[in-house]
C-alpha cells in the first residue's frame, strides 16, 4: 500500500504553505479526497491520516463503499455526472454535497425527489468552463441563468460552483479558466441574493489545484496525489 499518511500530510501542508502565502487562512478551505476505484482501506487510512471530507464520481462506488467508512467522517461528497435513475441511490447515502448539478432537468428530478422526502439538499451548479465535449455542465455564458432557475427550487440549497480545469500536463494552462470561474463566483455573490449562496468554489485537482488555489478556490477535490494511480482490480 502506498504511504498514505505521508501522502496526506504532505497534501495538506503544500495547500496550507501556499494559502498562508496568498494571505488566506488554510482552514477556510476544505480538502476532498477522491477515491474513486481505490479500496476501503486506503480510504480508512486516509481518514485516520486526517482527511475528514471523501468524495465518489460514481453512485455504485459510493454504495459499495459508504457501509465501510465509519460515522466519525462526516463529509461525503458526490462529485461525479449524476443520471436521474441514481438519484434514490445516491439520497440514501446523504451526502453532504453534490458537486455536479449542471442542468435544470437533473435539478427538477432532485427536487422533486426530494420534495418526497421533505428534506433540503446542498448542491453546487456544475460549470463546464473549458466547454470540452466529454465534460457536464452548463457552459459558461448561460451558468448565470441556471443558477438564478435553481434557485428557485425549494429542496435545493446552492453553496456555490464547481468546475473541472482543462486535462493538460501544464497546469498553467487552466489558469484562465479558473480566472473566468472565480468572476462568474464573485458576480454571483455580488447578487446578496439568501437563495445563492456562494461560499464554495470546488476547482482544482491533482494536477492543478496549487493553481487553483491561487486563482480563489476554497475547496478542492485531489485523488491521485494521495492514493496514487486507479485500482481497477475490482477490491472492496
Known amino acids: 500500500m502506498l504511504p498514505i499518511r505521508e501522502n496526506v500530510l504532505a497534501v495538506q501542508d503544500a495547500i496550507a504553505t501556499k494559502l498562508r502565502s496568498l494571505g488566506r487562512d488554510p482552514q477556510d478551505t476544505i480538502l476532498v479526497a477522491v477515491t474513486k476505484t481505490h479500496p476501503v482501506e486506503m480510504i480508512d487510512a486516509a481518514l485516520k491520516a486526517g482527511i475528514t471530507h471523501w468524495g465518489e464520481n460514481k453512485v455504485q462506488e459510493a454504495v459499495r463503499k459508504h457501509p465501510f467508512v465509519t460515522e466519525e467522517y462526516g463529509g461525503f461528497h458526490f462529485i461525479g455526472h449524476l443520471q436521474t435513475n441514481k438519484i434514490n441511490a445516491l439520497l440514501a447515502l446523504n451526502p453532504l454535497l453534490i458537486h455536479s448539478v449542471g442542468s435544470l432537468r437533473l435539478a427538477q ?128
Do not use: H
Open 109 to 236: 428530478k432532485l427536487n422533486s425527489t426530494l420534495g418526497r422526502m421533505d428534506r433540503i439538499q446542498d448542491i453546487l451548479i456544475q460549470v463546464n468552463v473549458t466547454e470540452e465535449d466529454s465534460k457536464s455542465g452548463a457552459d459558461l455564458e448561460s451558468a448565470r441563468e441556471l443558477v438564478l432557475a435553481i434557485s428557485r427550487l425549494p429542496f435545493l440549497r446552492i453553496r456555490g460552483l464547481m468546475t473541472i480545469g482543462l486535462m493538460s500536463p501544464d497546469a498553467q494552462r487552466t489558469r484562465p479558466y479558473f480566472q473566468e470561474m472565480k468572476q462568474l463566483f464573485d458576480s454571483l455573490k455580488a447578487l446578496d441574493d439568501p437563495a445563492i449562496d456562494m461560499s464554495w468554489l470546488s476547482m482544482g485537482m491533482s494536477d492543478d489545484y496549487l493553481v487553483a488555489l491561487e486563482e480563489g478556490a476554497n475547496m478542492l477535490r485531489l485523488g491521485s496525489v494521495i492514493f496514487g494511480a486507479r485500482d481497477y482490480g475490482g477490491k472492496r
